[in-house]
């Protein structure tokens, strides 16, 4: 069975707890649980994690590299900063989607560029909680046609 990682970067652990009128009021708990069971429903399995530290974020991009057919990362404010980050994705290899819960098309100026956009399949940015399931629809037809999954 596939395996995909969920990473989360930078304060996505006080999800539901602040700010729910932007990022929603489920908790991070709660995210990965529904991850969890939609994967299941989708033949795949999920390892969720999430840092606060840029460096462990890439520890975990370079360990998927022998666990993981796939990867869903909402990496915070290291989308707009991080070419580390990207770099990382990059070399890995694996195919990736990125998520983010607001739309940051429509926010500050600073959140419109995303380094990690380049290194990835594809963005779903604006759907709150429910982006993440429609990143894990995406990777699994994209490894289903890669003959992967
Ligand atoms: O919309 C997203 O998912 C973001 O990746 C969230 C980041 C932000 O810096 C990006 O521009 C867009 C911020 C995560 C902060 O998460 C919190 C959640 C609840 C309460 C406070 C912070």
């Given at each position: 069975m596939a395996s995909i990682l969920v990473l989360n970067g930078p304060n996505l652990n006080l999800l539901g707890t602040r700010q729910p009128e932007i990022y929603g009021s489920v908790t991070l708990a709660m995210v990965e649980a529904a991850c969890t069971d939609h994967a299941a429903k989708l033949g795949l399995e999920v390892a969720c994690l999430q840092s606060n530290h840029e460096g462990a974020l890439i520890d975990a991009v370079h360990d998927a590299k022998s666990r993981h057919q796939g990867i869903i990362l909402n990496a915070g404010a290291y989308t707009h900063t991080s070419i580390a980050l990207m770099d990382a994705l990059i070399s890995v290899?694996?195919?990736?989607?990125?998520?983010?819960?607001?739309?940051i098309y429509a926010r500050e100026e600073f959140r419109h560029a995303s380094y990690i956009s380049k290194a990835v399949l594809g963005q779903v940015c604006g759907f709150g909680a429910q982006g993440y399931l429609l990143a894990l629809d995406a990777l699994a037809a994209h490894l289903k046609s890669a003959g992967a999954a």
């Open positions: 290899e694996i195919p990736a989607v990125e998520v983010h819960l607001s739309n």
